[in-house]
């Protein structure tokens, strides 16, 4: 049924309604002088440096939670990823799979949510595509975003540069996008105190960049903290030992936690950083961290060190646990 | 034609199972003189071959006595009994060991302090008077002590230390005690005591000792180095002392172990709690386990050890240090592992020293090392038989006869929470101690050095791995990055498997697999299970209504989570549990993290919190402790329906919630109904699955029947129906028994 307030089928079929919607919701919020919907392919100039290229989809449910929504997640996914690389992005292009029904209203705020976090990373939308598919066959609707971001010439960040010694410093609290997702999907109820961190950690890395003790900077989303830390050490063969005290978990977020079963540390971020650096580099580290208004509650939470590559997270009594990679289905192992 | 009698004979033993380091050889080289044989004994590759010539009935004599009147330490098993041709044998000597051949080793658990060495330590004119490391071939720490095999002393932990010239005579002389009892020593050449409190003066030898019962006397908490491992002790008769070291070690609840002076007839126990024969046969085992015991209401020990309690884990001195600590204090210790919660008990001075800081006053070390750790054994009296919680120094190594022949090695990984691993080969099978809980990465990592270690010293290389089906399980995990092909057996076939393994019959089994949660062959957490069958073939036939677990693996430590399930699967309800659940209530309804169970030890828990008696847990099992300490009264089963679906016999707990939730009944008689009619439902199952299958031998194992009142209940409704009931007696029924159950089931299926 093609009501003018929901997204058909036509408006995926090459013709004037795919053209419309192009037009009154992409291109009016997207719109930069190397976005050019008339060409196949846009041609963008490269300021110097390394060219890095990511590419991430989202798929998040509800497309619209506390602290943000699937738009502007789209980008800042993508640049957090090339901004933990050590790049300053650039370009973004753009592929949009709206399910049949979806509101126009809910697409239009979408959109100008994406656009609003372009403009504030100071990256441009220069390509894109759009696809409807079928009711049911689709969760409102899917973006996949692909980055080009520049990297100064010579900077090496990278797992490869971690040695035993190294400190780990996490940029702010842990869980809070995975919490505040998880009870909006499920229609909990909404809580005034729990948003998701959703944002750019571009002013986060950016601090760091100049750090010659810099090693290695990841944003912990699907899997969260304990992810990263297993990534860690796999990579490196050597064992991250976790201070379980120290990682910042807010307390509505451990509230929840506490209440439904969940390890806050295997919970998504989407705005927080993890960043290796040399020990002498630490204490610096957190200082450029907590000047910034994201960064506040930054801290220093584990090591590296030698030893077998697992990781350890030390409990407030003294003792130990191994947190071990994520599995698709956790069940219970002891009760 | 006359019968040509030979004059002598020559005849060759060999014999296998418990001979080496328990003195075998001195007592083979004793024995010969006594019969005037001559010939030979040696070490052959961990057995034992003698040589003896004499006359054909001295020599058939001299053979049954190696037998009969073997030290008692020691289990000789008879291999080989042959001829040989005379030969020309002067005297009778101990000849070298010979380390070719098939390897047939026996590790031996660490043995209590004998009587004769207890005896010349209180003798003044001793050379070791008052020496704690005193010991000889019938006593003193082996597992805890052998690097490698052999068993000499320059493979053991004791290679730093250079025997003196008279222990070197002793050590030496084949009629002597201590002629190779690899851990000989004395004040002049052995591991010595040291004292350290602090920034005091560090004490050694006498005065450590003496400091150490002072602190003791002065309400301190001592970390005392012992023969697996370190105990934390204090005062048990002192709260105080008590209650700081619960505060220390943050255990507010879980029971702690009593060390009582060895005394005549056992006094200084029986003050404390009631003993039988069983009981006292327990309590004076070599391997000098942990008892547990009723305790008397007027007894000397503080409420703190067992608060909500009726019970209290009693030993007696094992080690020479022990007697000397015990005779010196004069009253009863709480003797606990010293470690940090579900890891392994701490055994190297160093490490003590800094991760006990915060719970102990002061450290009574010593400079012998411990090769590997090993708890105190547990064991409680269910249905006539004392029956272990846990394996530990002084029965670990287990060796158990397997009932089928193994094709190839196989190692088993066990399960996640109390863990041990077992080591399968021919028709041996080897469980390890108690190595803890498989969270904690210094238990897993001990895991994996025993795993090495067992291998070693029984020289046989695993070529297979057999490990739980949890996909979760740090052992799965574990096995998974072994070179070596791995095979999962679901957590209560190996429970069964584990009883079956135990009590080797032909023909089918009804096993009670009743514990925690364990996953089970839907994919769901199973825990209520009735299986029939034998190893390698079960099949489900009986379990319990499931229910969705609000906040999963939580549920282990919050009872009142399972109160609330059962009430909100069949529609009740319960204003006692937290304040507000509205956020869990919607979770639960939207099945967000609430897997579903059939667990039997969940129902415990939701009695428990329904009785008042335990809404948190700071330890595994606390809520079913209390509710069968409650359990006194006398209360008749109430009937639960059974309904057959699919093959399953599924009893509905519904209708019993409704007697649980009747606050106007006294505690103890709701508690006993719970546990009556708990019982009614394995006879209910048993009768329904015999009417289908013709089986009357039913096996109860999981952890859930380590509860004594619900086993002996459901030994006496079975036992009058015609049923033989079986219950675990030489591995744990909980969880540390899934190692010698998937020994068992993969041996059933090869």
């Not at chain 2, 030979?40 to 003896?52: K, M, T």
């Not at chain 2, 491992?229 to 009593?258: E, F, I, N, Q, W």
Request: glycine share 10%; aromatic share 6%; proline share 7%.
């Amino acid at each position: 049924v093609i009501d003018g307030r929901h997204v058909t089928l036509a408006h995926g079929n090459g013709g004037r309604f795919m053209r419309e919607l192009i037009e009154e919701v992409f291109v009016r919020h997207l719109a930069n002088p190397e976005l050019d919907t008339r060409t196949d392919a846009a041609h963008v100039p490269l300021p110097p440096g390394e060219v890095l290229v990511t590419t991430d989809g989202f798929t998040v449910q509800p497309l619209e939670f506390p602290g943000g929504d699937i738009g502007s997640l789209a980008v800042h996914g993508t640049v957090n990823d090339l901004a933990v690389s050590g790049a300053v992005p650039a370009y973004l292009s753009l592929s949009a799979f709206i399910e049949e029904g979806l509101e126009f209203a809910q697409l239009d705020r979408l959109v100008a949510s994406m656009a609003q976090a372009a403009q504030a990373c100071g990256v441009r939308v220069v390509a894109g595509d759009t696809k409807v598919v079928r009711r049911g066959e689709g969760g409102g609707v899917y973006f996949a975003t692909t980055g080009v971001g520049i990297r100064r010439q010579g900077l090496r960040l990278g797992l490869d540069r971690v040695r035993a010694g190294d400190a780990i410093l996490a940029s702010g609290p842990v869980g809070d996008h995975g919490t505040a997702v998880l009870l909006a999907r499920e229609q909990f109820g909404l809580r005034g105190d729990l948003s998701s961190d959703a944002a750019s950690v571009l002013p986060l890395t950016g601090a760091l960049l100049a750090m010659r003790g810099l090693r290695f900077m990841r944003d912990p989303t699907r899997g969260g903290l304990a992810t990263v830390a297993n990534e860690i050490a796999r990579a490196t063969g050597l064992c991250v030992r976790l201070h379980g005290p120290a990682i910042p978990i807010r307390p509505p977020v451990l509230s929840v936690c506490e209440m439904l079963g969940f390890d806050p540390l295997y919970l998504a971020c989407e705005g927080r950083v993890v960043a290796v650096v040399a020990p002498e580099d630490a204490d610096a580290a957190l200082e450029a961290w907590r000047a910034l208004p994201d960064g506040r509650d930054a801290a220093r939470i584990g090591v590296v060190q030698d030893g077998r590559p697992h990781v350890v997270l030390e409990t407030e009594l003294g003792g130990e646990r191994g947190l071990e990679e994520l599995e698709d289905d956790p069940l219970p192992r002891i009760c | 034609m006359s019968a040509r009698i030979p004059v002598e004979q020559a005849r060759r033993w060999l014999f296998g199972g418990r001979v080496q380091g328990v003195g075998f050889r001195p007592f083979v080289y004793r024995t010969a003189h006594r019969y005037r044989v001559r010939g030979w004994v040696r070490n052959l590759a961990g057995q034992v071959e003698v040589v003896a010539q004499g006359g054909p009935d001295t020599l058939l004599r001299f053979g049954e006595a190696l037998l009969l009147d073997a030290p008692p330490l020691a289990r000789p098993a008879k291999l080989a009994d042959s001829l040989l041709p005379p030969q020309a044998l002067n005297g009778f000597a101990i000849v070298d060991s010979r380390a070719t051949g098939p390897v047939h080793v026996a590790v031996p658990p660490d043995y209590f302090a004998c009587d004769e060495c207890v005896a010349e330590m209180r003798d003044p004119a001793n050379r070791r008077h008052r020496y704690p490391f005193i010991n000889c071939t019938q006593c003193g720490p082996r597992y805890t002590l052998m690097r490698r095999v052999p068993y000499d002393r320059a493979n053991t932990t004791m290679a730093g230390f250079a025997l003196c010239p008279r222990c070197r005579a002793e050590y030496t002389n084949p009629l002597d005690r201590r002629f190779h009892a690899e851990p000989v020593a004395c004040p002049v050449c052995g591991p010595r005591l040291a004292f350290e409190a602090g920034s005091s003066r560090r004490l050694v030898g006498e005065a450590a000792l003496d400091a150490c019962v002072s602190a003791l006397a002065a309400g301190q908490v001592v970390a005392v180095k012992g023969i697996g491992g370190y105990h934390l002790m204090c005062d048990a008769a002192s709260s105080a002392a008590v209650g700081t070291l619960r505060a220390r070690k943050r255990r507010p609840h879980k029971p702690l172990a009593v060390m009582f002076p060895r005394d005549a007839g056992l006094a200084a126990v029986q003050r404390t709690a009631h003993l039988d024969d069983v009981h006292r046969a327990m309590l004076l085992d070599p391997m000098r386990p942990i008892v547990l015991l009723r305790t008397r209401e007027d007894a000397a020990i503080a409420p703190e050890v067992a608060p909500g309690c009726s019970e209290v884990g009693a030993m007696l001195p094992y080690s020479p240090l022990h007697h000397l600590l015990l005779e010196g204090f004069g009253a009863p210790l709480v003797a606990t592992s010293g470690n940090l919660t579900g890891e392994p008990v701490l055994t190297d001075n160093a490490e003590a020293t800094a991760r006990l800081a915060h719970v102990a006053d002061a450290f009574l070390h010593h400079d012998r090392p411990i090769a590997r750790p090993a708890d105190d054994p547990v064991y409680r009296v269910v249905a006539g038989v004392a029956r272990p919680l846990r394996i530990g120094r002084g029965n670990a190594p287990l060796e158990i006869d397997l009932p089928f022949t193994l094709s190839r090695p196989v190692l088993a990984l066990g399960g996640h929470l109390k863990n041990t691993v077992a080591l399968g080969w021919e028709r041996r099978a080897i469980v390890s101690p108690h190595l803890g809980d498989m969270e904690a990465p210094r238990s897993l990592a001990l895991l994996e050095q025993v795993t090495a270690d067992l291998q070693e010293l029984y020289g046989v290389r695993a070529e297979r791995i057999v490990c739980d089906a949890h996909p979760g399980y740090a052992t799965t995990r574990l096995a998974a990055r072994q070179p070596l092909p791995v095979s999962s057996v679901f957590h209560h076939h190996a429970h069964a498997s584990a009883l079956a393994g135990e009590y080797p019959q032909d023909g089918d089994w009804l096993v009670f697999t009743w514990d925690g949660a364990g996953f089970g062959e839907d994919g769901t957490l199973w825990g209520g299970e009735a299986l029939f069958g034998r190893p390698g073939a079960w099949r489900r036939v009986g379990s319990l209504r499931s229910f969705a677990l609000p906040g999963g693996e939580r549920a282990a430590r919050e009872p009142w989570r399972s109160a609330l399930a059962l009430c909100w699967e069949s529609g009740r309800h319960w204003d006692d549990g937290p304040v507000d659940v509205t956020l869990l209530r919607s979770a639960w309804e939207r099945g967000v993290n609430c897997p579903r169970t059939s667990s039997a030890g969940r129902l415990f828990d939701a009695a428990a919190a329904f009785l008042g008696l335990a809404s948190q847990a700071t330890f595994e099992a606390q809520a079913p402790m209390a509710l069968e300490a409650a359990a006194t009264g006398d209360a008749p089963a109430i009937a639960l329906p059974l309904h057959e679906r699919d093959g399953v016999r599924c009893s509905d707990w519904a209708p019993l919630l409704d007697h649980l939730l009747e606050a106007g009944r006294e505690v103890r008689e709701r508690a006993s109904a719970f546990h009556a009619t708990l019982a009614r439902v394995v006879l209910d199952q048993a009768r329904a699955v015999r009417a289908a299958f013709g089986v009357s031998r039913i096996g109860l194992t999981g952890g859930v029947f380590q509860n004594r009142v619900l086993c002996e209940d459901i030994v006496r409704l079975a036992q009058g129906e015609g049923f033989a009931v079986f219950i675990p007696e030489r591995v744990p029924c909980n969880d540390a028994g899934l190692s010698f159950g998937q020994l068992v089931e993969a041996g059933a299926r090869s």
